[in-house]
């Protein structure tokens, strides 16, 4: 069996995690880049932590200009099986409203500047993504929620557009009609990568906003977000830490098989391969591609 290594990614407002105990810094080498931060390894309990924030300490990125390969690819290389994904969100339904988690099981992939496959040219792979979260992974996160007296509703599709800007009227009415729960800006790729390197992957979406189409809020700005995000803080890491301290010391294999996704996935024949792109997936994609050669 595998030993079992949670990684934990903060976004907006979620820059450090208390309680993490013997903790290092590690600047991970990536073949695609820079993370957006060293990357804090630790411990909860029994259980190795490893936290990366989103947006680097200080917020410096924006989601567009995030390297989500790189930090996937250091998860990776860190040991990294399962992965909690922490984000603000806008919300298009009134329940849902700032302060509640959507622990959702649904993606839609809107942006347009970001690389998001580790794969490519010279060696060619399509995982399956019909059902991006890890559903053992979510269900540890809900029963962490719930132990907590935590707010939270169980499901739901989370749809993430490019930004930098916040969406149109026209936009968030275009979403809500189509029937999305959620709307935010880090999600995708970051759940395909984590897939491609076999990560099971579960997302915390933390609402705090409506987005625009609510008659009887305000539009979203910054300000807004923030005072949310940072009340919503508090609650995640009394979250992850619950999470954490009940974690199974062993990898318990994924349901819908998110850390095996590369079986089958890889079409490229080995007489094909490009020994360069190869060589910068051995982490990724070690697993499969030794296999082949």
């Known amino acids: 069996m595998t030993k079992a290594v949670l990684g934990i990614i903060g976004g907006s407002g979620v820059y450090d995690l208390p309680g993490l105990e013997d903790v290092r810094e590690e600047r991970v080498t990536s073949p695609f880049g820079e993370p957006s931060d060293a990357l804090r390894v630790g411990r909860i309990g029994s259980t190795t932590v490893v936290f990366l924030a989103r ?34 969100c806008g919300s298009f339904k009134s329940e849902l409203y700032p302060g509640h988690f959507v622990l959702v099981d649904q993606l839609v992939d809107r942006t347009h500047r970001r690389e998001s496959s580790f794969f490519g040219k010279g060696c060619v792979a399509h995982v399956p993504m019909a059902h991006p979260v890890g559903p053992l992974l979510r269900q540890r996160v809900a029963d962490a929620a719930k132990a907590e007296g935590i707010a939270f509703t169980l499901g739901g599709t989370h749809v993430t557009i490019e930004g930098p ?39 915390v979406a933390m609402v705090t906003d409506f987005d625009c189409w609510h008659p009887e809020h305000d539009d979203v700005d910054v300000a807004s977000v923030v005072a949310v995000a ?52 051995d982490a990724v994609a070690g697993r499969v591609l030794n296999a082949k050669r």
Request: hydrophobic share 40%.
């Open 55 to 88: 947006h680097g300490r200080g917020h410096r990125y924006s989601p567009s200009d995030i390297n989500y390969r790189a930090n996937i690819d250091a998860m990776k290389r860190l040991g990294v099986t399962d992965l909690i994904s922490v984000s603000a």
């Open 165 to 203: 800007q916040f969406s149109t009227y026209a936009e968030s009415l275009t979403y809500k009609g189509l029937g999305y729960d959620v709307i935010g800006m880090t999600a995708m790729p970051e759940a395909k990568l984590a897939r491609e390197a076999e990560i099971s992957y579960s997302l």
């Open 230 to 281: 940072h009340q919503n803080a508090a609650k995640v890491t009394k979250l992850l830490a619950r999470v954490a301290r009940d974690f199974p010391a062993e990898h318990e294999p994924c349901p819908g098989r998110s850390d095996r996704a590369l079986d089958g996935a890889i079409m490229t024949a080995p007489s094909a391969f490009d020994a360069v792109v190869v060589a910068r997936l």
